[in-house]
């Protein structure tokens, strides 16, 4: 398993749909991931630092949790299967929960919980985003430049080219 961190959410017209992207802590693989409207603002607030008057659906999670004595440990994007990723939220006393990635990811960012992708889902949809001299990206902190290279890799895919081979 190779844990990840949150590189950031971006638009991509002209559906307007939210990429998530991921990138490997001790690697140099990224994982995007689309997502929907809400789960992007969520996180997007969540990595902004932004608190909104009133919880939202995903703070809601985070005080129920609280609440119930819980502790959410990790969250694990576990598969991928004709373009879609499975995640599953791992709590304190080996309780784990399926979800959706993008809900877990933002309940976890809101519960310092660490994300992890197994590496099956790595080696099918992670990827290597080329440098401006053509190499591989650097595995350290997300730059302007890496950032741009994501802008770059978006513009030239999109979530069919994450289908596996046809059956």
């Known amino acids: 398993m ?16 939210p990429v998530l ?4 802590v001790s ?3 990224y994982l995007p991931i689309w997502i929907g409207q809400s ?7 969540q ?11 995903h703070d809601l999670v985070v005080n129920l949790c609280e609440a119930f004595g819980r502790t959410l440990q990790q969250v694990r994007i576990v598969d991928m ?8 939220m791992v709590f304190d006393g080996d309780v784990v929960v399926e ?3 993008s809900d877990a990811i933002a309940i976890a960012m809101r519960c310092d919980a660490s994300i992890v992708a197994v590496d099956e889902v790595l080696d099918g949809a992670g990827m ?9 990206s650097a595995a350290e902190g997300a730059s302007d430049d890496e950032v741009e290279a994501f802008r770059e890799f978006l513009d030239q895919v999109s979530p069919e080219d994450f289908l596996g081979p046809e059956s």
């Open 21 to 24: 992207l991921l990138r490997e």
């Open 99 to 101: 979800a959706r990635p």
């Open 47 to 57: 990595q902004r630092g932004v608190e909104p008057p009133r919880p939202l659906t």
């Open 2 to 17: 190779g844990e990840m961190r949150v590189v950031g959410i971006r638009v991509e017209p002209p559906q307007n749909q």
């Open 81 to 88: 299967q004709e373009g879609t990723f499975y995640a599953e």
């Open 27 to 29: 690697g140099a693989r």
């Open 128 to 136: 290597i985003m080329p440098d401006e001299d053509g190499g591989e």
């Open 39 to 45: 789960e992007a603002a969520s996180i997007a607030l």
